[in-house]
């Protein structure tokens, strides 16, 4: 249990810079999840917490020690795996025990220990079994249980649920969280799923392209997305964007297009001149039907139950995603939507950043 | 189903291949229960004769008088101790040299690879006078380690385990890595248990590698009582006027033949899997 600092950390693979400088400060027993497409720098970053991986600059502290040049082992760390890492000769029981073995720890105390954490996750029974002859969902058990028997300072999860298939994700989602929160073990959480990572984490970190663009709770990266990246990678279906322009003084935006103007909330006030390009963000959920606003030819429609979502087209061409009731939907192939002012999120069209905090 | 229209011919020619090569053996075991003036003869029993015990006797004590020679035992023995000394240590020293190529990261690591690999394609019938010079050199002529030492390093074998090492997922290095295990604890609570199959399949082939060695022991031994069974084997065969006793040289050669018989077939059900299957 301890808190973890990431100052300034780089890391460049020859000529190619993966992470740009990721500072992140993680309160005692906080879970962060660092979420992000493949290839964004998020395992890069786990593994150089982990000390699997050298910085090129930076530190990591972890409990307000300098363990940048620490051995893994050193680190006091322990980690879930993707595809579990257990060592397939050893028994369950072996498999927990060998990280306590290794430290020297009396026999009995890790007997007691390991049967205390397999009490815990529900694999009491499967002690003296071999990996091999485990399920997905209890390899992942018994993956958590290595991490949780060594009572480390810091847990460490890089994609623990892709193996699993999606029930069994969902439940030991669930798990994961209910143990962490238990343990109050400080968490680092790597994921590409983007509700892995709203469920779990206490805050985001939305990496992309070896930044971290937001850290930020769940729901204030839904609602207050910092950029047009982060807008349409956390949501689903993704936010739609329109291009449109500032207009009457930063009070409305024009969607040249359509001919539509639509007046900001009182408090939003763009700071920008008329006339200057933003891009408009509204998530499909946010979406109405009703008149006065855009006219969608529908083409295709996925149901979802108590839900559909709507793809279809605007006048111009640019496809518009809509998120309905089923009770709601078009019959005659013509869907008229609303955009209703305090669901709309607009960003500079140039950088990309959101406008009007 | 295709099991019950299946041609009886397959079986049959398969069956005619066993007795092809099982022939030559049963006519040796045939002649070795046979007294020395029946095959001097020229005669080619093909039933057993009456003379078995003392046949397999005289090998295993070496004979006596016109006829002495190293005993069968003792031949037996020194084959026995140099195979298993060069499987072991082929085994042991291709594992560190794969370990250290497969898992760590040190300047001109392929090279190295490479240059094991290289110098050790070269048989020892090409490095002979080399090889033979330097164990002139270092006084090993007559002695064990000269049989075994030069024999003793595999590039088949440090290849076998280097592909096989790559095979290991490096999630495992990681989590040994968080677990705390260094390099050493790594190599002894995972790499080796996870290697055993492996190991067992190169020994069952190094070893026989090893009991077939008849050209370097023929060179560096000429101490009877280092002589190997392979050896032993050819100089019972006389060149001179002198009748050989077949029959004892059929005992002798049965004699030799069963250690590695029976390494096969012990380890034989380890051997299948070390080369099919992996466990993971």
């Known amino acids: 249990m301890a808190t973890l600092s990431i100052e ?175 343990l109050g073990v400080t968490s680092l959480f790597v994921t590409h799923d983007q509700v892995e990572a709203m469920t779990l984490g206490d805050r985001l970190v939305v990496m992309h392209e070896g930044r971290a663009v937001q850290v930020a709770t769940p729901m204030e990266v839904w609602s207050r997305p910092a950029d047009v990246y982060v807008a349409g990678f956390i949501g689903s279906p993704s936010m739609n964007f329109l291009p449109a322009q500032a207009a009457g003084g930063g009070r409305a935006v024009h969607l040249p297009a359509h001919g539509l103007t639509l007046p900001l909330p009182e408090d939003v006030r763009l700071p920008l001149p008329d006339g200057q390009a933003v891009t408009l963000g509204i998530r499909p959920e946010h979406l109405r039907p009703g008149e006065g606003g855009l006219a969608l030819r529908v083409e295709l429609i996925e149901p979802l139950g108590g839900e559909a979502v709507v793809h279809g087209r605007l006048a111009d061409g640019a496809g518009l995603v809509v998120r309905l009731r089923s009770d709601a939907l078009p019959g005659d192939g013509l869907l008229r939507v609303v955009l209703p002012p305090e669901a709309l999120h607009l960003f500079d069209a140039a950088t990309g950043r959101r406008l009007a905090a | 189903m295709m099991l019950e229209r299946r041609s009886p011919w397959p079986h049959l020619w398969l069956g005619l291949g066993v007795l092809v090569f099982a022939f030559p053996i049963y006519i040796t075991l045939v002649g070795s229960t046979h007294d020395v003036a029946t095959i001097g003869r020229g005669d080619v029993p093909l039933l057993p004769g009456p003379h078995l015990a003392e046949n397999y006797a005289a090998a295993w004590r070496g004979g006596v008088g016109r006829f002495a020679q190293t005993p069968a035992a003792l031949m037996l023995a020194n084959s026995l101790l140099m ?37 050790l394609m070269l048989p020892v019938e090409v490095r002979i006078i080399p090889t033979f010079q330097v164990m002139v050199r270092l ?128 380890m034989q059900r380890w051997f299948v899997k070390g080369l099919t299957e992996t466990e993971k």
């Open chain 1, 8 to 182: 300034g950390v780089t890391k460049r693979f020859g000529a190619t810079q993966v992470l740009h400088g990721i500072d992140l400060a993680v309160a005692d027993g906080e879970m962060i999840v660092i979420v992000g497409a493949s290839g964004c720098g998020k395992s890069t970053l786990l593994r150089i917490v982990a000390g699997l991986e050298a910085a090129t600059s930076g530190r990591v502290l972890i409990g307000g020690r300098d363990v940048t040049a620490l051995e893994p082992a050193a680190r006091d760390v322990a980690m879930v795996f993707q595809n579990y890492a257990l060592y397939p000769h050893m028994s369950v029981f072996d498999n927990m025990a060998y990280g306590l073995r290794i430290r020297g720890l009396p026999r009995e105390e890790i007997a007691r220990r390991v049967r205390e954490v397999a009490e815990m996750l529900e694999i009491g029974q499967l002690l003296s079994r071999k990996p091999r002859q485990l399920s997905g969902g209890q390899r992942q058990r018994v993956a958590m249980g290595r991490a949780i028997v060594r009572n480390p300072k810091l847990f460490l999860f890089d994609e623990p649920l892709s193996n699993l298939d999606a029930k069994l994700r969902v439940t030991m989602r669930a798990e994961i969280k209910r143990l962490q929160r238990q």
């Open chain 2, 83 to 119: 195979a298993l000394l060069i499987a072991a240590g082929k085994i042991a020293i291709s594992l560190v040299s794969a370990f250290a190529v497969v898992f760590f990261r040190f300047p001109l690591r392929m090279v190295a690879f490479w240059l094991i690999f290289v110098t």
């Open chain 2, 139 to 266: 006084e090993l002529i007559n002695t064990m380690a000269g049989l075994v030492v030069p024999l003793i390093a595999s590039a088949t074998a440090t290849l076998l385990f280097r592909q096989f090492f790559l095979t290991i997922p490096p999630e495992y290095v990681e989590a040994a890595k968080i677990d705390g295990a260094g390099p050493l604890r790594f190599f002894k609570d995972v790499v080796l248990p996870l290697s055993v199959t492996n190991i067992a399949a190169l020994f069952v082939i190094l070893f026989i590698y090893g009991w077939n060695q008849y050209l370097w022991p023929l060179l560096i031994v000429n101490d009877r009582s280092l002589e190997t069974i392979v050896v032993g084997l050819t100089k019972m065969i006389g060149t001179g006027d002198a009748q050989n006793e077949w029959n004892v040289i059929m005992a002798t050669a049965v004699l030799a033949l069963l250690p590695p018989v029976a390494v096969v077939v012990l």
